[in-house]
Nanobody
């Protein structure tokens, strides 16, 4: 079992930055692939970023590439999502997810956090 708790969401103006954190407990964090997904009102949950557990390879949705950065600190059992140059279309509930393989597909992750709201005003 893995428990995930997100934090760091909030309201920010367009062009601003936020850093989301996801604290994990339970299963050995160092061997867990981590991902961030988001869901806007009326839309399906979509992939944002992922980071592998072994070599730290990162993957991004085209919509956030160059603006968002995913990273992990295995000593702190925490994964981060640094979000820069935020746009109104980034407004969504952001979810942290954990799984055994690094994938862009939500069904590939077995554990999910409760989500944290990000709102970007124009």
């Amino acid at each position: 079992q893995v428990q995930l708790v997100e934090s760091g969401g909030g309201l920010v103006q367009a062009g601003g930055s936020l850093r989301l954190s996801c604290a994990a407990s339970g299963r050995a964090f160092g061997s867990t692939a981590m991902g961030w997904f988001r869901q806007a009102p009326g839309k399906e949950r979509e992939f944002v970023a992922a980071i592998s557990w072994d070599n730290g390879n990162t993957y991004y949705a085209d919509s956030v590439k160059g603006r968002f950065t995913i990273s992990r600190d295995n000593a702190k059992n925490t994964v981060y999502l640094q979000m820069n140059s935020l746009k109104p279309e980034d407004t969504a509930v952001y979810y942290c997810a954990a799984g055994w393989t690094t994938t862009t597909q939500a069904r590939g992750y077995a554990y999910w956090g409760q989500g944290t709201q990000v709102a970007v005003s124009s």
